[in-house]
């Protein structure tokens, strides 16, 4: 399995970090606009069609039409872990009924003398078997900017306030 991996460091705290993290509006906000990304439904652990954190069990269906070009990808994603603990906080999220044969998305969070570190590690497989094994690595061509951008946004959103 391929592994793409991503970090960045935040002049904000910890708990702001975390908490922008951890509702729907922060995915939201941290994808780029070519990507067209759609929140189609959600769903938390307790039948709640809009939980206000995403908690372990929360799915989210989505639909993103990179560029604008083609049919757009739809699928799910499941928030599966979502721990916190003294400086450290973390949560995964894994890809059902998508475009990749495998992807886990780890977010880890560390406080970092009065900042937090954000690192963001992808595990995932393109389908197509020994051929999306193989081009696996070739993964963060896309995944770079994407990523990129990402904490280029977060850095932007949370280090105003």
């Known amino acids: 399995m391929a592994t793409y991996q991503r970090e960045v460091r935040v002049d904000a705290p910890l708990d702001e970090v975390w908490a922008f993290h951890s509702a729907i509006d922060g995915l939201e906000a941290l994808t780029p606009d ?3 990304l759609r929140v189609e439904a959600m769903r938390g652990p307790d039948g709640d069609p809009d939980p206000e954190v995403l908690s372990p069990g929360t799915r989210i269906r989505l639909a993103a039409r990179p560029f604008g070009v083609g049919p757009p ?3 799910v994603s499941e928030i599966t872990r979502r721990e916190r603990e003294d400086g450290a906080a973390i949560f995964e999220d894994v890809m059902h009924d998508g475009p990749f044969e495998t992807w886990r998305h780890t977010h880890q969070f560390f406080a970092a003398d009065g900042g937090t570190l954000v690192r963001d590690r992808v595990e995932y497989e393109f389908p197509g078997g020994p ?4 081009v696996g690595p070739l993964g963060w061509v896309g995944f770079e900017p994407m990523f990129r951008y990402r904490h280029r946004k977060t850095k932007e959103l949370l280090e105003r306030r």
């Not at 051929?131 to 193989?134: I, K, N, T």
């Open 131 to 134: 051929v999306g094994r193989a």
């Open 34 to 36: 070519w990507m067209n």
């Open 73 to 75: 990808q739809r699928w």
